[in-house]
């Protein structure tokens, strides 16, 4: 088992991890945007996308910033996952 299976898994679950991760990240600030999430103490995207709801007349870059920070963090990791699938599947087709 841990010479032939679990070699061929070490792919998959990195692919998988990396990409699951984004969706985590959305939930998380998505149940903080609803206040069902995080605690305030603790800083969350999804609290100051919440928080900044009252203020987007006055001050758009308060809303602007966590969502662009929030956005491009959740592209970054997917388009991560991505390039390592596809990274890992030419390795395996080449071997």
Excluded: C
């Excluded at 061929?8 to 609803?34: D, H, K």
């Excluded at 969350?44 to 900044?52: E, F, H, R």
Aim: net charge negative; proline share 8%.
């Amino acid at each position: 088992m841990f010479r032939e299976i679990l070699p061929n898994l070490r792919g998959p679950i990195t692919v998988m991890a990396t990409l699951a991760v984004p969706g985590y990240i959305g939930t998380e600030a998505g149940l903080s945007f609803l206040g069902v999430g995080i605690t305030p103490p603790t800083p969350s995207w999804g609290q100051m996308i919440a928080n900044s709801v009252s203020w987007y007349q006055v001050d758009p870059m308060y809303f602007v910033i966590p969502g662009a920070f929030l956005f491009l963090t959740v592209l970054s990791l997917t388009v991560l996952g991505d390039r390592l699938r596809h990274a890992i599947d030419e390795g395996e087709a080449a071997a």
